[in-house]
Each structure stands twice: as structure tokens, then as C-alpha cells.
């Protein structure tokens, strides 16, 4: 099993930033990549971000040039840096990770990010 737990989320004005952390545990072995996702009220759930074991990130259009993946190896963890925030950043954000050889997601419970205009 894999555990993800997600922190960093808050109440922030736009243009302001913050950044979330999803701290992996458990059977954390061949992993091909982790994510964050969120789900704005009202919307579908979406891909934000992505890094993959090799290093390789891809983001939403929206958010590029905004917000940045990145991860601690050493800490098992993954941070998402999120720069110039805007009301439409609202949302609950999720951790996700995948396994090679694993045909399901570990999700996170989430964390809720507002970003007041």
C-alpha cells in the first residue's frame, strides 16, 4: 500500500504564492511518476503537474510559467510551487502517484488551495 499525504494549502490573495508537499510512504517502489491534480467547484478533476521518475515534468497550460514540480528523493516527497496565484487556482488539490506494473492510482486526500481576488 501507498500512502500520500498532502499539506500546504491555505487561504492567499491573488498574485500571492504557495507551495504544497505530498509526503509518500508505504510501498513506495517502482514509481513512474507523481502528480498533482485538483478539482475547482463545479469542474472535472484535472492534471496540474506531473514529474516522472526520470526528472521529466509536464504542466497544465494553465499554470505553466506559474507553478513548478519538483521532488526530495531523500524525503519521499513532492512539492508543488505555485507562483501568481489567481481566483481560478481555487481548488482542491491532489497527490497522485503510479507504479510500473501497477494498474491503479494512490491518491492523497487533498488539500484546499483559495485564492481570494
Known amino acids: 500500500q501507498v500512502q500520500l499525504v498532502e499539506s500546504g494549502g491555505g487561504l492567499v490573495q491573488a498574485g500571492g504564492s504557495l507551495r504544497l508537499s505530498c509526503a509518500a510512504s508505504g510501498s513506495i517502489f517502482s514509481i513512474n511518476g507523481m502528480s498533482w491534480y485538483r478539482r475547482a467547484p463545479g469542474k472535472q478533476r484535472e492534471l496540474v503537474a506531473r514529474?516522472?521518475?526520470?526528472?521529466?515534468?509536464n504542466y497544465a497550460d494553465s499554470v505553466k510559467g506559474r507553478f513548478t514540480i519538483s521532488r526530495d528523493n531523500a524525503k519521499n516527497t513532492v512539492y508543488l510551487q505555485m507562483n501568481s496565484l489567481k481566483p481560478e487556482d481555487t481548488a482542491v488539490y491532489y497527490c497522485?502517484?503510479?507504479?510500473?506494473?501497477?494498474?491503479?492510482?494512490?491518491w492523497g486526500k487533498g488539500t484546499l488551495v483559495t485564492v481570494s481576488s
Open positions: 514529474i516522472t521518475s526520470g526528472g521529466s515534468t
Open positions: 497522485q502517484l503510479d507504479r510500473a506494473g501497477v494498474p491503479i492510482s494512490y
